[in-house]
């Protein structure tokens, strides 16, 4: 929901859309962008998840080596300390299997979208069950739990299921983005030519 400014001045406000329209070929890029590797991933979906995987592998690398590294921060307790030391040496040695194996780093992704979706599932169920969440929450925290159950069940169906979906909607987006660049675009000619 778009609340209105009231102190925001018509010339504020022209100055504003004029910086929008001015940026209508961003949106535009962007769109393209989206389009592109939306069909790149309908078209060849097991590059892409390998892809993603790759990029999966290169994150729990890093992440695994900056842990490692804070692990021997002196300010941090001993055992913030020791816990950052085996999720840094488990990061590193998971990162390099995923960085091996095509099919390793696959089958790792998978693995982590499936914990994950449940974690988060566990997470919005106990937010839920607390006086700030509610029905929707604990109904969301459960598709959750279910949709992790499902990848780690069936894991090639499930990312099958998952890179069709990004697919599509990486599609739908791009489409939605070029046509609002060029709504932009016509915005800002409709201000130029009013001024």
Known sequence: MVVADETISPADEQALLGRIGRAW??????????LI?????????FT?????????????????????AQAFDKQLETISRVLNAITGVIGIVLGIICLDSAEDRIALLTLFI???WIMR?????AIGASEQGGGVVIFLGILGILAGGVVLIWPIASLTVLTLVVGIWLVVLGIFEIIASFR???LKKARQASV
Request: positive net charge; glycine residues 12%; proline residues 2%.
């Open 37 to 45: 590797v939306g069909v790149i991933v309908l078209i060849r979906p």
């Open 121 to 125: 599932g566990i997470v919005q169920i």
């Open 48 to 68: 892409a998840v390998n892809v993603a995987a790759i990029i999966f592998g290169i994150w729990l690398l890093v992440s695994g080596v900056i842990q490692l």
């Open 184 to 186: 932009v675009r016509s």
């Open 114 to 116: 499936g914990i994950w």
């Open 25 to 34: 070929w961003v949106v535009l890029l962007l769109g393209v962008v989206s």
